[in-house]
């Protein structure tokens, strides 16, 4: 095979291997991703229970507050009683009294509501912490098997772009420039092999006698179906 077939062959096996790491690169990068993702919807829920809680908390300090105030407000009233000389005005501060005290066993009950929503909220949120704390372990551990994986991955990308810019270098002009065109509309494949009497970039038959010419030509030949370089291999380079 002469050397410049051999120098596409060689760049081709390069950018077959550039796809090949950053497929698997896109792949542990989007596995990080999705850890992420679900590491920070726990949190979204952890962080809105949270909210939830102090909202709740305050509620009930709030009605804690008009009970205190309720409570004072009977008192004060329960103490004029003594001062009190008519039925009717006894009867107004009385009548007074009670609404007070309806009023503050309506707040009561609410504040053992609200004792519960937060007793169920905390409970929540305690499961909630506990299952963000075991996956975030998890995306820990797994995100420090995926760096190193990643890093080795670009130092291998690096290794090859230096490779495959050699060989292109190497390349006349014209030659590189066809390459680069095919790598770009033939979805990366740009040289392939010929085999049985066929291009096996589009799987066409090959006519005979072009297909026979390849085995001693010393010129470059593309596939006349889709325009790929073609090589055939013989048993020394087998």
């Known amino acids: 095979m002469q050397q410049k077939m051999e120098n ?3 760049l081709q096996q390069i950018d077959d291997n550039i796809s090949e790491t950053l497929a698997a690169r896109r792949k542990l990068e989007e596995e990080g991703m999705a850890l992420t993702s679900e590491l920070e919807k726990i949190q979204e829920v952890v962080d809105k229970l949270t909210l939830d809680l102090d909202t709740a908390e ?3 300090r709030e009605l804690e507050e008009i009970a205190v105030q309720g409570q004072e407000k009977i008192k004060k009233s329960e103490k004029r009683l003594p001062e009190i000389r008519t039925t009717k005005e006894y009867t107004a501060v009385m009548k007074e ?3 007070a005290k309806k009023a503050n066993h309506e707040v009561q009950e609410k504040i053992k509501l609200k004792d ?3 007793e169920a909220v905390t409970r929540e949120k305690d499961e909630s912490e506990n299952t963000l704390n075991e996956i ?4 820990d551990e797994r995100n420090a098997e995926i760096s190193p994986q ?3 991955f670009d130092q291998n990308l690096s290794a090859k772009a230096e490779s495959r810019e050699q060989l ?3 390349l006349p002009s014209s030659l590189k420039r066809r390459y680069k065109i095919l790598i770009e509309q033939r979805a990366g494949v740009a040289v392939v092999e010929a085999k049985g009497g066929a291009c096996l970039g589009c799987n066409m038959r090959l006519p005979p006698q072009f297909f026979n010419s390849l085995h001693s030509s010393d010129e470059i030949q593309s596939c006349p179906h889709c325009n790929r370089f073609l090589y055939v291999k013989t048993k020394e380079n087998a």
């Open 150 to 152: 990643i890093a080795e």
């Open 8 to 10: 596409l062959v060689e």
């Open 116 to 118: 519960s929503d937060i």
């Open 58 to 60: 305050k509620e009930k």
């Open 136 to 139: 975030r372990a998890k995306v």
């Open 168 to 170: 292109l270098n190497n």
């Open 97 to 99: 009294i009670d609404s």
